[in-house]
């Protein structure tokens, strides 16, 4: 019963203090917290602690500090006190905690760290520091460059991002993110390496190429650039970052710098109002009043029935019973006037829509810039032509003639045919 | 309402009937037949036959079904036998056309005497007809202008001996040599002569078909046309403007309106006046008179008298005759004209002879 009690205040001390190192991250984090026999050592990365002298009696012991074979520190320390030392500027310090006899002679220490982040390798080595193995560090350096540094809005600018391992183990699972910044739009991608990659002791690579084209006016800092990766023997590394450039973007917003063709479509029509067989001649006045010329200006004049295309200039082209139009360019301010002709068929009151379209570039975007709209003329009232009342006269009105003179024709035939010898 | 039937032989005869039916339209222009109708009061059958079918091509106002051409190669010529001969072999066809017609109460046959195919045709046709049918048969024959020579009058002389001997009910006669005073070229002759006879042609038959005031009929025609010596003419006159009644009868019945010279109060047998126009007109002591002073003469006297509305008074006068100088000279010339034709024919005999006192010295050489 008391040595279940005794585990359970343990386990409570165990998962407080746990609590506590993980509610702050600078409290020394235990690395190790047990024996280790004299002449064996404790590896922290390229550093390792040999246990060299144990004195029993004295419940002292001396502890070398080895960065690889270079000795950095030598202590000598009793029962219960502690040293301490930086490995890549966090602090280790190094508790004894007992001294035990045997026919190894031994002790207990505990290692902490301020911040094990930086550990990527550790563990009791036998025989001492002589007998580690030492993996390496890679160093990644990643700069980020933009060129040039200052562009005009819509002007494009070259950032290329690359990557030299300083360190002194190969680079391994190198993963680099990159964001493209706000207010920029991606023109084009050259070199993009996004997947899992390896970089060799000394090796250079070029990660990304790529070029923003700036949208706004103003000075912008670019994210650095981010990797993260691990050594040969797999112990993972911080994430390396770029450097971050900036870039200043001057001039007009894209929205000011962008240019539009606008093309004025106005119809006029002569007369209005038509007798049936009558002739009614529409002109179409194009003017580009926008900024920027426009192309492949396209009009579709649809006819309703009861009008039929006449004639027109020569540029409209009747294809599949559709007039059409096309002019290949229109220039800034530029005007022109079509006119065309059609007649009226039948009694009734219509409009003839022109579908066009035209294309432009408006200086920002790097596709053509399309605008198709249609026009609907005002009315035309076709009336009863001069004759058409003759049209609506009941078929009597022709039948008793055209019955008359079928008759007529048809007795002199007989008459003719019966005296013919 | 009469059945009529009205046939013309030949050329002359063909020609004749298509006055006739010209006259049914009205007497207009060629275009007649094509807006009008003729006004027949009765049932008129016209047949045009002949053996020339430019002669029939020719006719105008006759039906193309009225017309019947009896082909022979070469025509007939003037010579009635050969026209006799071709009459023979197609005599059943013609009958056939005559009797498709239906059946008749009088039939009239125009002919010229002096040609070919009406001359030698006429005769045997109402020959025929007589024997098949008992209606009154009455021939319209024209005589030659004189000057046509001796082989026309030959031809008149047995065509009008040959068509007497079929039993004909009468001859009416129209002298083309007594007409010849109407002038012009042969053609317009020809063309005016034959409206002549057309007119009093179709006078004659609506008369007969006649509501009259006076009654002649078919019974009457008939009457008149069997006296004198089974010759007959026409007279015929219309007057002109305010012209009386009387001077108009008296002008039917001379030179100016008869188709055949005759003293009609000399010769003739029996008569039969039609009178007909405006009653304003019809005086009736007009009419009495001249009727008595002709039937003084000639005995008695058919009229008849049609009240037309408005139109000016036209007689008709039909005259048999008892007797007919002119036929007679004719006659004496158309035997001087048989002995002439005889004696050309010797000569050329004799010709022959003088041939044969040639062929005497045949094979023979001369001697010297
Ligand atoms: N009145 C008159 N006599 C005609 C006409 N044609 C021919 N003749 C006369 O008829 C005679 C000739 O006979 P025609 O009828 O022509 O011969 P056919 O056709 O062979 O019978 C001549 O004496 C002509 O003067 C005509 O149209 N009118």
């Known amino acids: 019963m008391v040595q279940t009690k005794r585990m359970l205040v343990l386990i409570i001390c165990i998962v407080l203090l746990s609590m506590m190192s993980a509610g702050n991250a600078s409290a020394k984090q235990i690395l190790y917290n047990s024996t280790i026999e004299d002449g064996d050592g404790y590896q922290i990365n390229n550093y390792v602690i040999d246990v060299t002298d144990v004195f029993v009696d004295a419940e002292t012991a001396v502890f070398k500090v080895y960065e690889k074979d270079d000795l950095k520190h030598d202590k000598m320390i009793g029962d219960d006190k502690s040293f301490s030392f930086e490995i890549e500027g966090e602090d280790v310090e190094v508790t004894l905690v007992s001294v035990g006899g045997g026919i190894l002679p031994r002790v207990t220490v505990t290692i902490t760290i301020s911040d094990d982040d930086i550990v990527h390798t550790k563990g009791v080595v036998d025989g001492g520091h002589d007998k580690a193995s030492f993996s390496g560090t890679p160093i990644l350096e990643i700069t980020k460059t933009v060129s040039p540094q200052e562009i005009a809005v819509g002007e494009t600018a070259r950032v290329t991002v690359s990557v030299t391992n300083a360190g002194d183990d190969d680079a391994t699972g190198v993963r680099f993110s990159d964001s493209i910044p706000a207010r920029f739009v ?42 993260t990766f691990s050594n040969e023997a797999g112990g993972d590394f911080p994430q390396a970052s770029s450097n971050s450039p900036t870039l200043t973007v001057e001039g007009d917003s894209l929205e000011e710098a962008m240019k539009e063709a606008e ?130 006269q009941p078929i009597y009105v022709y039948a008793i003639p055209l019955v008359l003179i079928i008759a007529i024709g048809g007795w002199i035939f007989y008459r003719h045919r019966q005296y013919r010898f | 309402m009469l059945n009529i039937l009205i046939i013309g032989n030949g050329q002359c005869g063909n020609r004749i009937l298509d006055a006739v039916n010209k006259e049914a339209f009205g007497g207009k222009g060629k ?20 053996t020339a079918v430019n002669d029939l091509k020719e006719l105008k106002y006759t039906k193309a079904k009225d017309r019947i051409h009896i082909p022979h190669l070469h025509g007939v010529g003037a010579n009635r036998n050969v026209g006799k001969q071709v009459f023979a072999e197609n005599h059943s066809h013609i009958m056939r056309q005559i009797e498709e017609r239906g059946s008749f109460d009088v039939a009239f046959v125009i002919t010229s005497a002096s040609g070919g195919t009406g001359s030698s045709f006429t005769p045997p046709l109402i020959k025929e007809i007589k024997e098949r049918h008992d209606f009154p048969v009455y021939a319209i024959v024209v005589l030659p202008f004189r000057e046509e020579g001796s082989l026309y009058l030959q031809n008149t002389a047995f065509c009008l001996k040959d068509i007497r001997e079929t039993g004909v009910d009468g001859i009416i006669l129209a ?47 008939k009457t008149v046309m069997s006296g004198g010596a089974g010759i007959a003419t ?42 007909r126009g405006d009653k304003s007109y019809l005086s009736i002591d007009e009419i009495s008179t ?17 009240v037309r509305k408005g139109e000016r008074p036209q007689v008709l006068s039909v005259l048999t005759l008892e007797s007919a100088s002119e036929l007679e000279n004719l006659y004496a ?36």
């Open chain 2, 31 to 50: 275009l007649a037949k094509f807006y009008s109708k003729q006004k027949y009061k009765s049932r008129v059958e016209t047949i045009a036959i002949n």
């Open chain 1, 263 to 392: 093309l004025q479509f106005t119809i006029s029509l002569e007369p209005t109002s038509v007798q049936r067989t009558g002739f009614i001649d529409v002109k179409v006045h194009i003017k580009n009043t926008g900024d920027a010329p426009a192309e492949g200006v396209s009009m579709d004049i649809l006819i309703p029935d009861g009008l039929e295309f006449e004639e027109g200039d020569d540029e409209i082209e009747v294809v599949g019973n559709v007039p059409k139009l096309y002019l290949s360019s229109f220039g800034l301010q530029q005007e022109k006037e079509i006119s065309y002709r059609v007649k009226a068929n039948s009694e009734g009151t219509y409009t003839i829509t022109t579908q066009y379209s035209y294309q432009y570039d408006n200086a920002v975007d790097e596709d053509l810039q399309e605008v198709s709209d249609e026009l609907t003329t005002t009315s035309i009232q076709v009336v009863k032509g001069q004759y058409d009342s003759l049209l609506e």
């Open chain 2, 234 to 275: 026409i007279g015929f006159y219309q007057a002109e403007k305010d012209e009386p009644i009387r001077t108009t009868i008296q002008k039917s019945l001379s030179p100016a309106g008869l188709l055949f010279s005759t003293d009609v109060y000399e010769e003739a047998s029996r008569s039969m006046i039609i009178i």
């Open chain 1, 186 to 227: 991606l023109q084009e991608s050259f070199v993009s390496e996004t997947g899992k990659m390896s970089l060799d002791i000394g090796d250079s690579r070029q990660i990304f190429i790529y070029e923003l084209k700036a949208t706004e006016s103003g000075t912008f800092t670019l994210d650095p650039t981010t990797a």
């Open chain 2, 175 to 221: 002298d083309n040599q007594f007409l010849k005073q109407l002038g012009g070229d042969v053609e317009s002759a020809y063309n005016s002569i034959n409206d002549m006879i057309a007119k009093r042609i179709l006078f004659l038959l609506d008369a007969l078909d006649s509501e009259m005031m006076m009654v002649t009929d078919l019974g009457d025609f």
């Open chain 2, 290 to 306: 001249e009727v008595e002073k002709l039937s003084a003469s000639v005995g008695h006297v058919f009229k008849g008298i049609i």
């Open chain 2, 333 to 368: 010339v158309a035997i001087d004209a048989i002995n002439e034709e005889r004696e050309k024919k010797a000569r050329v005999l004799e010709d022959r002879n003088v041939d044969k006192v040639f062929s005497k010295i045949d094979g023979l050489e001369p001697q010297y």
